[in-house]
């Protein structure tokens, strides 16, 4: 394997092709050509304006709630014992999840484009929520795709995207997850490539969705950065935050990546144990592949076939990742590790029984490494695990695997 | 210019003045050998083209039917490997008929493009067309190709605007597919009108031939669009009669070979009336 050069700074890319060194790209279907380079170069226009930033800047204070708080886990830390764990509370975000984030970015974005209808894909439905939710606000019919396996799962999602008047379409391709659900709404643009608008939820597909998701979830880490410095007087020794496709993560590394002595660990879902096919840690053990409009590390068999993957959690359901990660993972940067469905479940009642937060699955995950971390540093170190998004919509989920029906 | 088999069969079709017969179908649906003697017959009922269409897990620009045969395929064994064996298969009894790959990059990507294009050539590959690869991605695969003596045959579509029309162009080779609207495989077929100016509109821009597919079912389409078209491509329709052949559990419930047969020498009389009717 060929170790990319390290670069002076990690935080430069992607490049002209929207390339992350061998990752990213534009792996799409020609009708879809025009609107990506469309969408680039409105999307060039945009992040440079100061009127679309000003917009933007009121909407995530007065409509979804930021700055979100960094907030100190003492209960946690103290029942580990060893660092000091912060949580940055994305789940106190309206919507629940830092998904909102992104969802504000790209909706003032497509009104800019004077797009007339949005479509989404949708794991945990944290992202079709918040999909439907900026819809509704800025009064766009809105279409939601989402497994069907995922609609069962996540049916407080599914009636909620209802209620704001979404059209939620389950897909009940191979497992009916994340990644049919995507395929679906690829298909959908497709056809509909005049008036629609398609509002990818993670940092992941074609150029300039990578980049783009990045720079709208970026908040979280830029905040972040500035209040540990509030709170504590210096930069936290290790950064946690769980990888699906990879946007709540990569919010909160990007702003910390030259910082070299801060360790930056992402969390994938391990499901059953990393030995069989249920898990979807595509950086553990996927190799580099192309789907989705970009190439990143995928699970597939050796014909190239993708795999469906496995996890408990919804939003962490799927076999890609985005490809930024797939870089930061190759340079060495960022250390990813996996984490297995029964670990997340054990983090997510330890969680809720010692700090009062019901943590999404997702978050859980990256809890479930705080977990295994914490007690081997110092009572003078300070941890940061991005707590991505509120747990209610999982509870049935959890009670399940109790052995309750609720 | 090129001097592949679709050059030369291109050519001659121009030479007897009739459109060319593009034929789709999915390697491996239902299974290796049914799929073989599919492809056998389809140069005698009046195929001139094969498209011969690689099976991947999750193919974003096609339609229920050609997903189905594509898992159809791959539960049945097959793999890129074997397509390629199929091809191979088939040149040992026909030397003339051009076969085109069609599909996506990430099998060719994981096999490795070099000892891909390798084993296409002495597999008797003609062209490649690979949905997911526009112009900008270039350097994976159709430079290569291109440098392996194998057409890459690109797609333009109604999206492709008079400006981005010389990008699509540039490095293609064989002929030109043009989509001829925005969607994925074996939806409706498009306004007659509209696709001849969008053939006259693509052709003010180069010599290949323009081939014309997505939509088109029956042969009195076939007729239709072969009139201002320098081919037809036909594939929804093929893997249908494939897939009413196919029981729910895999089992084959009549001759899927006797059923593309009809279907492809209907198809076949409709693009030879194209021309005459054109001249009507």
């Not at chain 1, 700074?9 to 534009?26: C, L, N, V, Y």
């Amino acid at each position: 394997m060929n170790q990319p050069a390290m670069p002076n700074s990690f935080r430069t890319g992607p490049d002209e092709q929207g390339m992350f060194g061998i990752f990213g790209g534009r792996f799409v279907a020609e009708t879809l050509m025009p609107l990506i380079l469309e969408l680039e170069q409105h999307w060039n226009e945009a992040k440079d304006d100061p009127e679309f930033k000003a917009e933007l800047s009121a909407l995530s204070t007065f409509y979804a709630g930021r700055p979100s708080k960094l907030y100190f886990a003492e209960g946690l830390a103290r029942h580990l014992g060893g660092a000091k764990i912060y949580f940055k509370r994305e789940d106190l975000n309206h919507t629940g999840s830092h998904k909102i984030n992104n969802c504000l970015g790209q909706i003032l974005l497509a009104k800019r484009m004077g797009k007339k209808r949005i479509i989404a894909e949708t794991g945990a439905g944290q992202h079709g929520v918040a999909s439907a939710t900026v819809a509704a606000r800025f009064g766009y019919p809105c279409v939601v795709y989402m497994g069907a396996t995922d609609v069962a799962r996540q049916s407080p999602n599914v009636f909620r995207m209802k209620l704001l008047g979404a059209e939620v379409r389950p897909v009940s391709a191979g497992h009916g997850t994340l990644k049919d659900a995507m395929n679906e709404a690829l298909r959908d643009w497709v056809t509909n490539v005049e008036d629609t608008y398609y509002l990818i939820g993670t940092a992941a597909g074609p150029h300039p969705y990578p980049e783009m998701v990045r720079e709208f979830q970026s908040v979280i880490g830029t905040e972040a950065r500035q209040q540990i410095v509030e709170q504590e007087g210096r930069l936290p020794d290790v950064i946690i935050a769980a990888v699906g496709g990879g946007s709540n993560a990569i919010g909160l590394f990007h702003p910390f990546l030259d910082d070299k002595d801060v360790r930056i660990v992402g969390v994938e879902a391990g499901g059953h144990g990393l030995d069989g096919i249920e898990h979807c840690a595509s950086m553990n053990a996927g190799k580099p592949g192309v789907l989705h409009g970009n190439r990143t590390y995928l699970l597939q068999n050796d014909d190239g076939q993708i795999l469906d993957g496995h996890s408990i959690s919804a939003g962490l359901d799927y076999p890609g990742v985005g490809p930024e990660h797939s870089w930061l993972r190759d340079t060495g940067r960022v250390e990813y590790v996996p984490i297995l469905d029964n670990e997340a479940l054990e983090a997510f009642q330890l969680c809720t029984r010692t700090e009062g937060i019901i943590p999404a699955l997702e978050s859980a995950h990256a809890i479930a490494q705080a977990v295994k971390m914490a007690p081997t540093m110092g009572k003078d170190q300070v941890m940061i695990v991005n707590l991505s998004g509120r747990g209610d919509k999982d509870v049935h989920t959890v009670a399940k695997t109790m052995g309750m029906e609720i | 210019m090129t001097d592949t088999r679709i050059d030369r069969r291109m050519a001659k079709l121009k030479a007897e003045s009739r459109p060319a017969l593009v034929t789709y179908f999915m390697g491996g649906d239902p299974d290796f050998d049914t799929s073989l003697s599919i492809m056998r017959a389809l140069p005698q009922a009046g195929a001139d083209i094969i498209e011969l269409g690689m099976p991947f897990s999750d193919p974003m620009a096609d339609g229920p039917a050609i997903q189905a045969a594509g898992l159809r395929a791959l539960k049945g064994g097959q793999t890129l490997k074997k397509t390629l064996a199929m091809a191979a298969a088939f040149r040992k009894t026909d030397d003339d008929t051009p076969i085109v790959l069609m599909g996506y990059y990430n099998p060719i990507y994981i096999y490795g493009v070099e000892r891909f294009l390798a084993d296409a050539k002495t597999s008797g590959i003609d062209g490649l067309i690979v949905v997911d690869l526009p112009p900008e991605m270039d350097e994976e695969l159709c430079i290569p190709a291109i440098r392996a003596g194998i057409n890459f045959i690109r797609l333009a579509t109604p999206t492709t605007d008079d400006k981005r029309l010389p990008t699509v162009l540039k490095n293609t080779s064989g002929f030109v597919y043009y989509v001829s609207m925005t969607g994925i495989t074996g939806s409706a077929l498009a306004d007659t009108d509209r696709v001849a100016a969008a053939v006259t509109r693509i052709k003010g821009h180069t010599d290949l031939p323009v081939c014309v597919g997505f939509g088109v079912k029956s042969a009195e389409q076939a007729r239709t669009i072969g009139a201002c078209a320098d081919g037809v491509v036909v594939g929804t329709a093929i893997v249908n009669a494939v897939a009413d052949v196919v029981g729910a559990k895999g089992e084959i419930t009549a001759d899927p070979v006797g059923a593309v047969t009809t279907l492809v020498s209907g198809l076949a009389e409709g693009v030879r009336a194209a021309r005459l009717a054109a001249a009507e």
